[in-house]
């Protein structure tokens, strides 16, 4: 990665626009030194399996706490379901996976999350670096006014990543399904398709560039069921590449696609975390149990 690669510049990142953070190609590094992961970084030990770790994770907004001592990890290559009732915290969580709260001015986080072994919060990680390589989708579909092709394109072209260009686009439209209903109309507004599938168009944007990781707020929460069906399978599969990580207040939802599903309450505590089927089927907490069997929430 080149010294300019690693200067932020607001002009060109996405997150700072309020659109899917685009992700770096190859598993660049977020600081201009390789990491040394000795596994006493902290006493993070990523391992093969978790991507993601968060401990003690606290975050504030002024005066305000939105998440109490967060501790978990997220293993690679599943889908992780974050479910709990409206205000519990799960989005702020989301985004301080990729620290799009720091564009937030009132909030502030306490502790630690480390992505890879390292810890995202430590003064030489480059935000926009880090969202290259943990992507983000939304609630309501937000592609750029600009033609399908264009917006896949969009980050390899800032990452100077032009070479075999349409091949990349088509291959991010068939990782994401859509290439089928888009494949004669690439020149095409995005904002002419279907909320469905311009979903669909932001998710074949946030993997154009192959992150790591995708987050994922409520992405089908905004759309009918053939739509919100159609996501779910896909969901699934970008499992088997990426690691997802999906906010989700439909427990059904949850239930169906996800390997591992955290709950977390009023108050933004963790409550249970664990295997999606146990924690469905016999959770340990009572509160688990009254949330997810619609006793309140
Ligand atoms: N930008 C913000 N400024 C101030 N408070 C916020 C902001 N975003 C969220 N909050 C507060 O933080 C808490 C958690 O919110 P959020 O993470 O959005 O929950 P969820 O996604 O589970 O509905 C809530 O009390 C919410 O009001
Ligand atoms: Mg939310």
């Known amino acids: 990665m080149t010294q300019n690669e690693m200067t932020s510049d607001d002009s060109t990142?996405?997150?700072?626009?309020?659109?899917?953070?685009?992700?770096?190609?190859?598993?660049?590094?977020?600081?201009?030194?390789?990491?040394?992961?000795?596994?006493?970084?902290?006493g993070a030990q990523p391992g093969r399996d978790t991507v993601i770790e968060a401990r003690d994770l606290n975050v504030f907004y002024g005066d305000v706490q939105a998440l109490q001592g967060i501790t978990m990890s997220i293993p690679e290559n599943q889908?992780?379901?974050m479910i709990g009732p409206s205000g519990c915290g799960k989005s702020t969580f989301l985004r301080s996976i990729n620290r799009m709260?720091?564009?937030?001015?009132?909030?502030?986080?306490?502790?630690?999350?480390?992505?890879?072994?390292?810890?995202?919060?430590?003064?030489?990680?480059?935000?926009?670096?880090?969202?290259?390589r943990i992507g983000m989708v939304f609630q309501h579909p937000n592609p750029f006014p600009k033609s399908i092709y264009d917006n896949v394109a969009y980050g390899l072209r800032i990452q100077d990543e032009t070479e075999n260009l349409d091949q990349k686009v088509e291959t991010a439209l068939k990782r994401a399904a859509l290439w089928d209903e888009v494949e004669d109309q690439l020149d095409k507004s995005a904002?002419?398709?279907?909320?469905?599938?311009q979903q669909r168009l932001c998710i074949a944007r946030a993997i154009a560039v192959d992150p790591d990781v995708i987050l994922m707020d409520e992405p089908a929460s905004a759309l009918d069921p053939i739509a919100t069906s159609k996501i779910e399978d896909l969901i699934e599969e970008l499992a088997e590449e990426f690691t997802v990580v999906i906010v989700t207040h439909n427990m059904q939802q949850a239930a169906r696609i996800?390997?591992?599903?955290?709950?977390?309450?009023?108050g933004g505590e963790l409550v249970e975390f664990g295997d999606t089927q146990s924690i469905?089927?016999?959770?340990?907490?009572?509160?688990?149990?009254?949330?997810?069997?619609?006793?309140?929430?």
């Open 258 to 266: 996800s390997d591992k599903t955290a709950v977390f309450l009023t």
């Open 79 to 81: 889908v992780t379901a």
């Open 13 to 42: 990142d996405p997150a700072a626009v309020g659109t899917t953070a685009t992700p770096d190609p190859s598993g660049e590094p977020l600081v201009d030194q390789s990491i040394e992961v000795d596994g006493t970084d902290g």
């Open 101 to 132: 709260n720091d564009l937030i001015d009132a909030a502030r986080v306490e502790g630690e999350l480390y992505f890879e072994g390292k810890n995202i919060y430590d003064d030489d990680v480059d935000p926009v670096a880090l969202r290259r």
């Open 191 to 197: 904002l002419d398709l279907s909320g469905g599938q």
């Open 280 to 297: 469905f089927e016999n959770p340990e907490h009572q509160r688990v149990e009254d949330y997810i069997t619609g006793k309140f929430g």
